[in-house]
């Protein structure tokens, strides 16, 4: 529900009962919503089902806001403010997903990022019921995550320069060096 993996734990007639946990309640916008609320509702992925576009989990890093809208061709661009801490994560043509909804990034800015929607997905979603100032909830691209995982296992420091040349030899860190990386 907005992209949050919920338990379902009771159907009553065309409803449903989930649980949500402080911490649920504190990284999302689902303690914010109120009866006649519009929600955007996925069922999750079945194991064996197949996979049509971006990996979205359901486990929401934070919030992002809508900083503005604009139109482009018979499309909506959305300019989003991301946290801090999550903007490592938004890459260009890179996934995130919005109160559950997947799409591409169109672009990277200072302060988070651009998406289009397109006409479809703005009448299927809630997207666009959003205005400036309200909040979405962010899940960031999954494979970036794991990469970060996977290059930082075992090294809970950040890597000191020294330690690097170390690793690499000194010859190699001097070509990279030239060639301009840091």
């Known amino acids: ?8 734990t009771k159907i009553e ?24 609320d519009w929600v955007n509702l996925e069922p999750a992925l079945r194991l064996g089902d197949r996979l049509g576009g971006h990996l979205v989990t359901g486990h929401i890093d934070g919030r992002c806001r809508l900083l503005k809208r604009g139109k482009q061709e018979n499309a909506v661009v959305l300019e989003v403010w991301v946290p801090p801490e999550f903007r490592k994560y938004i890459i260009n043509k890179g996934s995130v997903a919005l109160d559950g909804v997947s799409l591409t990034v169109a672009g990277k800015t200072a302060v988070g990022f651009r998406a289009v929607i397109i006409p479809h997905t703005g ?8 205005q400036p100032g309200d909040e979405f909830n962010l899940e960031t691209d999954y494979l970036v ?24 030899g000194p010859g190699l860190a001097e070509k990279l060096r030239s060639a301009g990386f840091e």
């Open 1 to 8: 529900m907005n992209g949050v993996c919920l338990t379902v």
């Open 13 to 36: 007639g065309d409803g449903f009962g989930a649980e949500a946990t402080g911490e649920t309640l504190r990284r999302t916008n689902l303690g914010e919503l109120r009866p006649g």
């Open 123 to 130: 009448k299927v979603t809630t997207l666009l019921q959003r």
């Open 145 to 168: 995550k794991c990469v970060e995982s996977l290059l930082t296992a075992g090294n809970p420091e950040p890597r000191r320069e020294e330690n690097v040349v170390q690793e690499i």
